[in-house]
């Protein structure tokens, strides 16, 4: 423990600027070249092999003393299409790009808990797979799943870190069952008659027929699924029209349906099929045509509560102070969600707000920081939570944490 704590304060500027270059060189989902480069070089200085995985994803394998489990560690690559109003010295070169997100942090924290557990490689009874995912914004993960990623060798567990401003730096917030939203994005366009405003009744008024929905909607949420069943439905985009005299042809509406359930057809609850009810009885009141698409982009993701257990416990030894382990679930959603949806999953919020240094701002925010004097909790848990799955999981004699 002694050697690990030394390691631990050893490698706490590395990760910084491993963490402050990423950040630097911000790349879009699927762009991230020169991000893929830099973890393949740096992963194998440490002697691993890597493979590429979904374009820019790349992955390594860390062999322990015992072939099986295996465990999974995920880091997401991908920035935001968001230009950086942070002054720092290592602010974004790449104009309209931005780690907003805290990927930045999350590919330095586990590129450095590689660099020491293959220092203890002879100590882990299993295997690591360091999965760094490209796209994480845009589902990224069914794209690796589709190539294989949980296969060669077969994933049994999987684990992931992510920074969080919401959660006070110095914390650790670790839920079992629903810690984040499924997501259905749609688009909609909605069809009228278009005409003069002197003289609606030759129109068929699009706007009306807009408005009336967004407000409809909201029943939804209301009125038709428990609000123990968390439900949001947001418009974030409406665009018609051209001038102030004209009732126009059409107008789009863009926006997201999140749920912190298994929703889908089969479901109880249905917010997305309600959704499309509405749509279609709004329009026919006002003899509007429409037309929907909806996007299926997350479902929620579900902690496995063995594998909350285990981290919590791993957690124990880097937040020993009283109250520094809570919990914290979100409507916000996160593609981990396909992984830990087929193999036992935990995912783990790392608190980095801090209003001492203004990092307490949303994420996706512009000036969006985090407190960097937590990235070396990130390492910490990382090891620990490897070091207690495997002390945990008696697989040399074939006993398997459930699904």
């Known amino acids: 423990?002694?050697?690990?704590?030394?390691?631990?304060?050893?490698?706490?500027?590395?990760?910084?600027?491993?963490?402050?270059?990423f950040h630097r060189h911000p790349e879009l989902g699927f762009e991230e070249h020169r991000t893929a480069q830099v973890i393949e070089a740096y992963l194998r200085d440490l002697g691993l092999e890597t493979q590429r995985v979904a374009g820019t994803g790349v992955v390594a394998v860390l062999r322990g003393r015992c072939p099986e489990p295996v465990l999974m560690l995920r880091a997401d690559m991908d920035a935001l299409p968001i230009t950086e109003e942070n002054e720092i010295d290592y602010k974004s070169q790449n104009e309209g790009v931005m780690h907003a997100c805290?990927?930045?942090?999350?590919?330095?924290?586990?590129?450095?808990?590689?660099?020491i557990l293959v220092q203890h490689k002879d100590a882990l009874d299993g295997t690591i797979k360091f999965v760094f995912q490209p796209n994480e914004e845009i589902a990224g993960a069914p794209q690796?799943?589709?190539?294989?990623?949980?296969?060669?060798?077969?994933?049994?567990?999987?684990?992931?870190i992510h920074v969080w401003a919401p959660v006070a730096a110095g914390r650790i917030a670790i839920t079992a069952g629903p810690v984040m939203g499924g997501l259905d994005v749609f688009k909609l366009t909605i069809s009228g008659k278009g005409g003069h405003t002197g003289v609606p009744e030759d129109a068929i008024d699009p706007v009306l027929c807009a408005a009336n929905l967004i407000q409809t909607a909201q029943m939804i949420q209301t009125r038709e699924i428990s609000n123990l069943k968390t439900t949001i439905i947001m418009f974030g985009k409406i665009s018609g029209g051209t001038k102030s005299n004209i009732i126009p042809?059409?107008?789009?509406?863009?926006?997201?349906?999140?749920?912190?359930?298994q929703a889908g057809r089969e479901s109880a609850e249905?917010?997305?099929?309600?959704?499309?009810?509405?749509?279609r009885g709004v329009c026919e009141t006002h003899?509007?045509?429409?037309?929907?698409?909806?996007?299926?982009?997350?479902?929620?993701?579900?902690?496995?509560p063995r594998m909350v257990a285990i981290a919590r416990k791993a957690a124990a030894c880097v937040f020993p102070e009283p109250g520094a382990i809570?919990?914290?679930?979100?409507?916000?959603?996160?593609?981990?969600s396909e992984f830990s949806a087929r193999v036992p999953g935990v995912f783990i919020f790392l608190g980095a707000g801090n209003p001492d240094k203004g990092t307490t701002l949303s994420?996706?925010?512009?000036?969006?920081?985090?407190?960097?004097d937590i990235l070396i909790k990130g390492v910490a848990m990382h090891i620990e939570n490897a070091l207690h799955f495997f002390n945990n999981a008696v697989w040399c004699k074939k006993e398997v944490i459930d699904p």
């Open 287 to 304: 003899r509007c045509r429409y037309q929907l698409e909806v996007i299926h982009e997350n479902i929620p993701l579900i902690n496995h």
């Open 1 to 21: 423990m002694n050697e690990l704590t030394d390691q631990l304060e050893r490698y706490e500027q590395e990760v910084i600027a491993l963490r402050r270059d």
């Open 270 to 279: 249905q917010p997305t099929e309600r959704f499309e009810r509405i749509v």
């Open 102 to 115: 805290g990927h930045d942090a999350h590919m330095a924290v586990l590129l450095v808990a590689a660099k």
């Open 249 to 261: 042809d059409t107008v789009d509406l863009e926006g997201s349906i999140r749920f912190l359930y």
């Open 363 to 372: 994420h996706h925010n512009p000036r969006f920081n985090i407190d960097e």
């Open 144 to 160: 690796m799943i589709e190539e294989g990623v949980l296969e060669n060798p077969r994933v049994d567990a999987v684990m992931g």
């Open 326 to 336: 809570t919990d914290n679930v979100t409507s916000a959603s996160e593609d981990f």
